[in-house]
């Protein structure tokens, strides 16, 4: 039996299907062996802090996912240490499904991106438990509950099909009949020359 309190392996055999379709097994392996984490370093813990929305998804009791939007000022999310990621639980509609999802079984997902020339996707799974009252919760301002997170896994995301967010252009990158996007500039490293698909 798995742990429930872990995420699990990263590519199921369904993933593992359509990796082999698409010649890109190689590629998926090179980017577990490189990119996967089960700490936040200096960089994400940098990057998280200074974050003022993002994305969280949670599992309810007959397993089907729910994501929500989370938004503060800058530093509203705290990264305490490698491990623990701190989300406020502000005023909202009332439902409280991410809360109680949370409490139900514990598994969160997260997407923290950030736009323009530098622009980031990073993605990190762990299990969460949620405070409602003590220091914790007494340390933020208007929060009504803090999401205690442990990580568990930590990955980034290529950013290459974010649209502008200033001007809701979309990006360069996105195939368009009759134009060749720009190759990924990650695709070009060393690291990746000889597991990328034949095609």
């Not at 699990?8 to 090179?30: H, P, T, V, W």
């Not at 990073?122 to 929060?143: F, I, K, L, Y």
């Amino acid at each position: 039996m798995s742990d429930s309190t872990q995420p699990g392996e990263l590519y199921g055999r369904e993933s593992r299907a359509l990796q082999d379709q698409f010649d890109s097994r190689r590629l998926a392996d090179r980017l577990a062996e490189i990119t996967l984490n089960d700490r936040l370093d200096d960089n994400l813990r940098g990057f998280i802090e200074a974050v003022s929305s993002f994305y969280l998804a949670t599992v309810d009791s007959e397993g089907f996912p729910d994501v929500s939007h989370k938004g503060g000022d800058p530093g509203f999310v705290v990264c305490p240490d490698d491990r623990t990621i701190l989300i406020p639980s502000f005023d909202g509609n009332g439902m409280y499904r991410s809360l109680g999802n949370i409490i139900n079984n514990g598994r969160v997902a997260m997407l923290f991106v950030s736009f323009g020339p530098d622009a980031q996707r990073w993605r990190v799974q762990g299990h969460a438990v949620v405070h409602t009252s003590g220091p914790v919760v007494d340390r933020v301002h208007g929060a009504e509950a803090v999401i205690e997170v442990t990580v568990g896994r930590t990955f980034p995301n290529c950013p290459r099909y974010l649209p502008d967010h200033a001007t809701g252009a979309p990006s360069d990158d996105t195939p368009r009949p009759g134009v060749v996007p720009p190759v990924a500039e990650w695709k070009t490293w060393e690291m990746f020359s000889e597991v990328l698909p034949d095609r």
